[in-house]
């Protein structure tokens, strides 16, 4: 689930970030429909993340939490990257790296290690 989250989040962010430079109508269409199919695959394997990631008690946070980061992240990602691309070109390529080389970090910091399952049923 963590490799759909990443490969989702990764799709979203490359299609963001080449709609500026289409001039076609048609490949613009495509380009926000790809980058919604992946903010919706995105949503649903956080949600189901923090379903398991919880126990009951704590599993309102675990939401809350999802819900106030994809809010964040869709308010300031959009600013940073309209920001980078009036500045030059290079810089808006330079932030789009940066931004992938973040969730590839996320992704090997907080990917499923063996074992987490089964300690989180225990706790129930």
Partial sequence: LSTIWAVSAFVGLVSLAIVPFITD???AVALFSL???ALGIGIVAGNVH???GTIPATRIYGFAYMVMATR???LVVPIIL???LERS???FSLVVFVFLLALL???LTFDDRPGFQD???RLQ
Avoid: K, V
Wanted: proline share 4%; net charge positive; aromatic share 16%.
């Fill in 25 to 27: 109508p048609f490949s």
């Fill in 35 to 37: 980058h919604g199919a």
């Fill in 50 to 52: 923090a379903y398991f």
């Fill in 72 to 74: 964040l992240a869709g």
């Fill in 82 to 84: 309209g920001a980078a």
């Fill in 89 to 91: 070109a290079s810089t």
């Fill in 105 to 107: 970090l996320m992704y």
């Fill in 119 to 121: 300690q989180a049923r």
